[in-house]
């Protein structure tokens, strides 16, 4: 027994991330990255980087960027939080809003973070089981410090209605942190809530609609008090000069996101399509992946199968998602090569 480590710390596991592998030839459908390349902007704000200027710190309130968020989303800049990720974000509100004997709230299945950030901080996890078929559950006295929603939802694709969030905003004690990493692949989104309640966060990332994983970059959007508790227990510098510019030149190119998420959403059409011509059962999606249900062979070994022809999905275990597979739309061709491979197997 380690005496030197936390009992808390001691006693979890840790977050699980996607498989990244070093072979550029698998088609990579498991940690809903784009297949797409970010807007020529970033290139550019790259090459006109002054490379004397990395001497410096950055900026620590990150100005620039938050005045470009607010422009984008209403509010001003001291309605907007910066991150480095919004996985930084998340953390960063499971530490502002949550006393010790406090709790954690989320949907399970949802983001697989949630219950790790609840873990680190050493405070009772209160997640909500969601319905058979995935969809909103939830008693009228449901209680928590902080709940962390993801919309449209993580690993199902299944987006709640925003009657029903709006409601859960308006009545909950807590904070409510609207996890939208999906929102730009959706038919609506929920910013508005995150600017008329004093309860409400928005967030959102560069990782997945702007094609900016390996970036990292995420925000927060909602009342001035809640970002100015974000600010005051973040790190010093948290976003790097480098991320700052091309981050800046990314959001300054909306026609380009929008773009590369027609795109996606039309390969997300087709795929649906032909999976279903297959008999699996699609959830209906309104992210940049699937949820999917195949016919005949258990999910676990559709996965193992899929990866021996280095085609990677995700595949969750437990209880509730052991019979399911998630699946990142790729461009046209790869989701070809895995209708190829699914007909194959
Ligand atoms: C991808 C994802 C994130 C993480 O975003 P980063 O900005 O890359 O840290 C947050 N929440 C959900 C639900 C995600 O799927």
């Known amino acids: 027994m380690n005496s030197y480590i936390k009992k808390s710390v001691l006693a979890m596991q840790g977050y699980t991330p996607g498989e990244q592998p070093t072979d550029l030839r698998v088609i990579k ?11 020529p902007a970033v ?27 607010a422009e984008l989303h209403g509010g001003g800049p001291d309605n907007v939080f910066v991150g480095n990720g919004s996985d930084e974000t998340l953390a960063l509100c499971s530490r502002a809003f949550v006393e010790d004997d406090g709790a954690i709230g989320y ?22 089981a969601l319905g ?27 987006q709640y ?29 929920c910013m508005d809530l995150a600017l008329e309640y004093a309860n409400v966060l928005v967030l959102r990332t560069l990782s997945k609609s702007y094609a900016l994983a390996g970036l990292r970059l995420g925000y927060v959007v909602g009342a001035a008090p809640l970002i100015e ?6 790190d010093s510098y948290n976003v790097d000069r480098i991320t700052q510019a091309t981050a800046l030149a990314a959001l300054s190119d909306q026609a380009y996101m929008q ?7 039309a390969t997300r059409r087709r795929t649906i399509a032909d999976l279903e011509r297959m008999g699996f059962r699609v959830f209906p999606s309104e992210s940049n992946f699937l949820w999917v249900k195949p016919p005949r062979i258990p ?18 275990t437990g209880p509730r998602t052991q019979d399911y597979l998630r699946i990142t739309i790729g461009t046209d061709e790869q989701m070809q090569a895995l209708v190829k491979a699914i007909q194959g197997i």
């Open 29 to 39: 459908l498991n940690t809903n990255e784009s297949p797409y390349p970010p807007s």
């Open 43 to 69: 290139r550019k704000a790259l090459q006109n980087l002054k490379i004397d200027t990395l001497r410096l710190y950055p900026d620590p309130v990150n100005l620039a960027l938050r005045r470009k968020i």
């Open 107 to 128: 949907f399970d299945p949802s983001y697989s973070l949630y219950p790790v950030l609840a873990q680190i901080r050493a405070v009772t996890a209160r997640p909500i």
């Open 132 to 158: 058979p078929d995935f969809e909103w559950t939830m008693s009228a006295d449901y209680q928590a410090s902080l709940f962390f929603m993801t919309t449209p939802n993580a690993p199902t694709g299944i």
């Open 161 to 189: 209605s925003k009657t029903e969030i709006r409601a859960f905003c308006a009545r909950f004690p807590g904070v409510v942190v609207l996890d939208e990493a999906y929102v730009d692949f959706a038919r609506e989104h």
């Open 229 to 234: 508790a974000l600010f005051k227990i973040k």
């Open 259 to 265: 773009s590369l998420v027609e795109r996606i959403k």
């Open 299 to 316: 999910a676990a070994d559709l996965y193992r199968r899929l990866r021996e022809q280095n085609i990677l999905v995700r595949y969750f």
